[in-house]
T-cell receptor, first 116, second 114 residues
Framework: NAGVTQTPKFQVLKTGQSMTLQCAQD?????MSWYRQDPGMGLRLIHY???????DQGEVPNGYNVSRSTTEDFPLRLLSAAPSQTSVYFC???????????????FGEGSRLTVL | AQSVTQLDSHVSVSEGTPVLLRCNYS??????LFWYVQHPNKGLQLLLK??????LVKGINGFEAEFKKSETSFHLTKPSAHMSDAAEYFC????????????FGTGTRLKVLA
């Protein structure tokens, strides 16, 4: 049972380069999201999706694009990398709950990105 | 809009003594609340969650948390700290209505002293 799979685990980019962080889940979860983790700031939501074809912005969306063409995949694209995007990125998914019972988030292992 | 505040960025306890990690939330609607733990260079693991049932929630590894609506709090406790509890802990809130988002606190780093 793979759960949430993120690739790559490590990446070094030069300023201005573009790249895509991949995220796939095999649990048929409707909800998927991307966070970035920086020291002292917790996890900040970049983009999220509540189902195929539906995406929305989180707290820090600038410089990132997402799409959700299938239930399983939710790639995060950095359009033109900047040093401020150096961070650890986490993808997470959840079985969308109903009413008051929101499902827990399942996390990938993270992708450490350095922008020089 | 939802928000969550973890009142302490660092907590130090001696092994065998109680742990208290504090979390206050703001939510316009009935919230779901979670605590996650992250060990160094690892991903995040769910400790426990509150949805709508009992206000005292038991989690893994002896942790528990109490939902107090009047105080808008969801503090995490453990009767006796173990060295393996040293990690960063995150309180998370989401809402039953409005935008479907999970909002994280800034984290509390727990240090356990021998």
């Amino acid at each position: 049972n793979a759960g949430v799979t993120q690739t790559p685990k490590f990446q070094v980019l030069k300023t201005g380069q573009s790249m895509t962080l991949q995220c796939a889940q095999d649990m048929n979860h409707e909800y998927m999201s991307w966070y970035r983790q920086d020291p002292g700031m917790g996890l900040r939501l970049i983009h999220y999706s509540v189902g195929a074809g539906i995406t929305d912005q989180g707290e820090v969306p600038n410089g990132y694009n997402v799409s959700r063409s299938t239930t399983e995949d939710f790639p995060l694209r950095l359009l033109s990398a900047a040093p401020s995007q150096t961070s650890v990125y986490f993808c997470a998914s959840s079985p969308r709950g109903f009413g008051r019972d929101k499902g827990e988030l399942f996390f990938g292992e993270g992708s450490r990105l350095t922008v020089l | 809009a939802q928000s969550v505040t973890q009142l302490d960025s660092h907590v130090s306890v001696s092994e065998g003594t109680p742990v208290l990690l504090r979390c206050n939330y703001s939510s316009s609607y009935s919230p779901s609340l979670f605590w996650y733990v992250q060990h160094p260079n690892k991903g995040l693991q769910l400790l426990l969650k509150y949805t709508s049932a009992a206000t005292l929630v038991k989690g893994i590894n002896g942790f528990e948390a109490e939902f107090k609506k009047s105080e808008t709090s969801f503090h995490l406790t453990k009767p006796s700290a173990h060295m393996s509890d040293a990690a960063e802990y995150f309180c998370v809130v989401t809402s039953t209505s409005g935008t479907y988002k999970y909002i994280f606190g800034t984290g509390t780093r727990l240090k356990v002293l021998a």
